[in-house]
């Protein structure tokens, strides 16, 4: 009996510890859905919360509290004073930069996200143009909780394959790669919606300058793999192969979708470096215009061709942009960091061979079929 | 080790039939030759009850019984009629006198005293110390009906009844064979019940039976009256909530087990037989599932295992999401289900508790209650107290639909016993989650999974065939193979002959 005596306390002690716990009853707390950080006024940081709040009235409120502090921390304790709920993170979707704090450095609010257990790793984060504290302020007529429409703004663009993912697992690990620069998603208010206006990319944390939206299908050409993807290139009248039909247009744009892509990339030059990017993409004509016969399969051959030419063009001028602002967002310094031995890469010492880094680049595009039509 | 037991298990056998054949010792009263003194002996005995007839028949016969115990068609027919027309003298051709199968003759008085208690007439004849016990009782039993508690749409409609020869008789019919084998013993000091040992030679593991029958045969208690108490007496380890006996009213099941390897028990006066060993996955496999085919037999029992996994965990997930883990609801269900919880003033262990204690309530009272009023309180509990509790605002209306579901959930175990169980852990797993959020419902978890690890029945591990792996079982457990699959019998009972058939590489057939 004294053995199950030994057992009976051992196991009742621990009830002892249940005061110990901290509880966060779903209806007594206060969700973060959504939070932005501008450079403040008075202090170093500005604050704004997009709170959601149960009310006893079977309604749900979200209040957008800004306040200023030097620490997130320190803002979560004063949003909590001006919110009859206590205030928790654990429901965090969307984190926003002001344009002035990206350019400043994001490095922090990356590392105090990932540093907080409760913070979960897939939340989006986005630069917002201007401040952060007017978009989510402004009474949008048609959006009542502006942290979750952000939240599925970004998500539905993003698996539709028109964004770039930029959640905080991988920001935070193109961070500190040594051969990755980090983007993001730019979103602005458009009257009376949310917009996404292009990409911001960073060198070392500091945002250094920014790409129209249009070009998102380049850099996701170039950075990875398309499953399912839509996009639309226009041909040059230069493009434009001259027997392709009689009377040549100025320009012919071209719609694509059910696009899949498979990138190769290969160091061919370690010193300089050099790279050959090899992209090959399949995929479904869904728009053309003026007609071009595609049932004829050398007007399609050359239709490809000339695709593809224009593709290797567009990808070059995206290359050399981001070249000129040092921002290596396609992880060319991976490639170059597992091909070379002892490589020793640094931050520092990508960028400078980044700068003059010589991208080779080869699209091969295949048109399966060309949509169905009665 | 186990606890000490209320009840004492002696070392020595107890008799096992009224046949005493050991040399009567001096305190045991032995019969006389004269009339009187033999009717006052028996009276003494038996506390002289107001049911208990003397008979003459002349010129020196004396019938002595118990009225409500014999069948009075027999005694009048084959025993009095034959006593006044045969010429008898000796006890030796009252025997040869009378058409009665058991007859019997003892100068023993406790011998006799035990089988007037039985049903027998006694026959004493002037002049003669030898008494004839002629065996004729009375049975009440009710008829065969369906099982009420453990119904199927599929098979047999039988179940046991409270008579022991019924049911042996019943179980026969299944397992035409001179292989089963029926063991009879009486236990009860004070209430001298039989309880039937069977099994079928050649395919149960010896040392099983030899386990079970001194487990009975070292049972010394004064009564037993149902085969629910006996089976907690003699499985391995009585403080345990979880079942390591199966009871079943379904002759079908209990032969199932046998034809498995297994040994039952029937006692007299219950209709619940016992089937043993049983591992725990087997509580959760209805006989049913054999008789269905096996597509639809496996999705039935996937369904089986996917409602005790809710039951046992979805009001104890709910509690701990929202009291602790907040971050692991998903977005879409944020907003319903803290509006539905924004008037209630209760933190949700609580609100789940209260529920719960709702729903036991209800069916206890269904449970006692006459069956048409059942019914009411059916009505009641679900639709007024639901609605009414939700409206008054007292819990949430998701949980109210967790609560029911995981209740509902619970009633598809085939085994009532398993099913009560598995209610019960359900409260200090809520109980735990709302003390310390998921990390109490994997403490609890664990506690449970190391007590079933624990378990034995009969010896047998309860956790077989997850623990120790026997991948075939394990996979005939989990969903229902296809009869050309499962040649081999179940592990558990350690079957003598492993094999139901000689299993034939399957041909594929021509289309």
Redesign the interface.
Same mark, same amino acid.
């Given at each position: 009996m004294k053995?199950y005596r030994f057992y009976f306390i051992i196991l009742f002690l621990p009830?002892l510890l249940?005061g110990c +716990?901290?509880?966060?009853?779903?209806?007594r +707390?206060g969700?973060v859905t959504l939070v932005g950080y501008d450079v403040g006024k008075e202090e170093r940081m500005a604050t704004t919360s997009a709170v959601?709040e +149960?009310?006893?009235?079977?309604?749900?409120n979200v209040e957008v509290v800004t306040t200023e502090n030097s620490t997130s921390k320190g803002n979560r304790v004063k949003t909590n004073r001006k919110l009859s709920k206590k205030v +928790?993170v654990?429901?965090m979707?969307v984190v926003l930069f002001g344009e002035e704090l990206a350019k400043d450095d994001i490095h922090r609010y990356i590392d105090a996200h990932l540093e907080n257990p409760?913070v979960?790793n897939s939340l989006y984060m986005a630069v917002a143009e201007g401040e952060v504290a007017p978009l989510l302020e402004y009474e949008y007529q048609n959006i009542d909780d502006i942290g979750?429409h952000i939240?599925r703004l970004l998500e539905q663009n993003i698996e539709q394959e028109n964004m770039i993912s930029s959640t905080l697992h991988e920001v935070g690990r193109d961070l500190y790669s040594e051969g990755e620069d980090i983007f993001m998603p730019i979103i602005k208010r458009e009257e009376e919606l949310v917009e996404l206006s292009g990409i911001a990319i960073f060198k070392n944390g500091k945002m250094v300058s920014s790409l129209r939206p249009e070009d998102t299908f380049y850099v996701k050409l170039i950075g990875g793999n398309y499953k399912s993807g839509t996009f639309e290139t226009i041909l040059t009248k230069e493009e434009i192969p001259d027997d392709l039909m009689k009377n040549k247009p100025d320009e012919i744009p071209i719609a694509f979708d059910a696009l899949t892509s498979e990138k190769e990339l290969k160091l061919i030059n370690k010193n300089t470096p050099e790279f050959d990017l090899n992209i090959t993409i399949k995929t479904r004509l869904t728009e053309i215009y003026p007609d071009v016969n595609i049932g004829d399969p050398k007007t399609v051959k050359k239709l490809e061709e000339a695709i593809s030419k224009n593709l290797s063009r567009e990808i070059s001028r995206v290359i050399a942009y981001c070249q000129s602002v040092e921002s290596d967002i396609f992880a060319f310094g991976d490639k170059y960091r597992s091909s070379v031995r002892n490589s020793k890469l640094t931050k520092e010492k990508w960028h400078e061979l980044y700068k003059n880094m010589k991208v080779n680049v080869k699209v091969d595009l295949t048109i399966l079929r060309s949509g169905v039509f009665e | 080790m186990k606890f000490p037991l209320p009840f004492s298990k002696s070392k020595h056998n107890k008799e096992k039939a009224p046949e005493e054949t050991a040399a009567p010792r001096k305190d045991i009263g032995m019969m006389t030759p004269l009339k009187m003194d033999f009717v006052q002996l028996i009276k003494d005995a038996t506390q002289d009850p107001s049911d208990l007839i003397v008979k003459d028949i002349p010129p020196n016969i004396t019938l002595i019984y118990i009225d409500n115990l014999v069948n009075d068609q027999v005694l009048t027919d084959h025993v009095i009629s034959n006593l006044q027309k045969k010429s008898v003298d000796t006890p030796d051709s009252i025997k040869a006198a009378l058409s009665i199968p058991e007859i019997n003759a003892s100068t023993r008085l406790d011998v006799i005293v035990k089988s007037i208690v039985t049903g027998s007439v006694l026959i004493h004849m002037e002049g003669h110390s030898q008494v004839i016990m002629a065996n004729i009782p009375k049975l009440e039993s009710r008829s065969l009906s369906t099982p009420e508690n453990e119904s199927q749409v599929i098979g047999a409609q039988v179940g046991f009844n409270e008579s022991l020869s019924t049911n042996i008789s019943l179980i026969r019919r299944y397992i035409v064979s001179p292989d089963l084998c029926n063991e009879k013993f009486i236990v009860g000091r004070r209430t001298n019940i039989s309880v039937a040992l069977l099994y079928i030679n050649g395919i149960a593991n010896e040392q099983m039976v030899n386990t079970l029958r001194q487990r009975i045969t070292d049972l010394d208690v004064d009564s037993l009256l149902d085969s629910a108490v006996l089976s907690e007496m003699i499985d391995d380890n009585s403080m345990s909530a979880f079942p390591q006996m199966l009871l079943t009213e379904r002759p079908d099941r209990f032969c199932d087990g046998l034809i498995n390897g297994k040994l039952g028990i029937v006692v007299d006066g219950s209709s619940m037989a016992i089937v043993c060993p049983q591992s725990f996955i087997e509580f959760f496999q209805s006989r049913e599932d054999q008789n269905l085919r096996w597509q639809i037999a496996t999705f039935s029992r996937l369904l089986r295992f996917t409602a005790i996994l809710l039951s046992v965990f979805l009001t104890p997930i709910y509690v701990g999401a929202l009291t602790f883990h907040y971050e692991v609801i998903p977005q879409a269900f944020l907003v319903p289900l803290s509006e539905s919880r924004a008037l209630v003033p209760f933190p949700p262990v609580f609100e789940a508790l209260l529920l719960e204690f709702i729903i036991e309530l209800l069916r206890e009272a269904g449970a006692r209650l006459p069956t048409k009023i059942g019914q009411t309180i059916g009505i009641v509990g679900g639709i007024v107290i639901g609605t009414a509790a939700v409206q008054a605002g007292i819990t949430s209306n998701i949980l109210l639909i967790f609560v029911a579901l995981s209740a509902l959930a619970s009633f598809t175990t085939p085994s009532y016993m398993m099913g009560n169980v598995i209610r019960l852990i359900r409260f200090p797993i809520i109980i735990l989650a709302g003390f310390w959020g998921f990390y109490g419902i994997m403490l609890a978890f664990c506690f449970i999974l190391i007590h079933l690890l624990r378990q034995t029945s009969l010896g047998a591990p309860y956790l077989s065939p997850f623990y120790p792996p026997r991948l075939k079982g394990l996979a005939n457990s989990i969903i229902r193979l296809p009869y050309p699959l499962t040649s081999k019998r179940p592990e558990v009972a350690r079957p003598v002959d492993k094999e139901k058939y000689k299993p034939e590489p399957i041909k594929p057939e021509n289309s």
């Open positions: 053995k009830s249940i +716990v901290e509880t966060n009853i779903l209806d +707390v969700l959601r +149960v009310n006893p009235e079977f309604q749900s +928790v654990g429901q979707r409760t979960s979750q939240f | -």
